[in-house]
Nanobody
């Protein structure tokens, strides 16, 4: 049984930082592409970042480039998202997803098979 568990969310002031973690079990983590998505109240879920199995390829939404960094530790079956210079518009539920693809269409949700329950990030101005 595959389990995807996010952690690290919380409330911070604008300009602050948070690091999200996502631990995966029940599959060979090192062979899967991993993604971060987020959904703000009243909005559709959107792709934030994606990383290839080896970590060699990384993708970011334009809205987070230069502020967020995705990484993974395959020995620990864990995905990370370091979020710096947070803005109120980053407020959302953040989801971790396990997938088979990380190319041009990395932000397409149908490319991901397993999802976590999400962790809330709230940024106040």
């Amino acid at each position: 049984q595959v389990q995807v568990v996010e952690s690290g969310g919380g409330s911070v002031q604008a300009g602050g930082s948070l690091r999200l973690s996502c631990t995966v079990s029940g599959l060979t983590f090192s062979t899967y592409h991993m993604g971060w998505f987020r959904q703000a109240p009243g909005k559709e879920r959107e792709g934030v970042s994606c990383i290839s199995p080896s970590g060699a390829y990384k993708y970011y939404a334009d809205s987070v480039k230069g502020r967020f960094t995705v990484s993974r530790d395959n020995a620990k079956n864990t995905l990370y998202l370091q979020m710096n210079s947070l803005k109120p518009e980053d407020t959302a539920m953040y989801y971790c997803a396990v997938g088979y693809y990380s190319g041009q269409y990395w932000a397409t949700e149908s490319n991901y098979n397993y999802w976590g329950q999400g962790t809330q990030v709230t940024v106040s101005s």
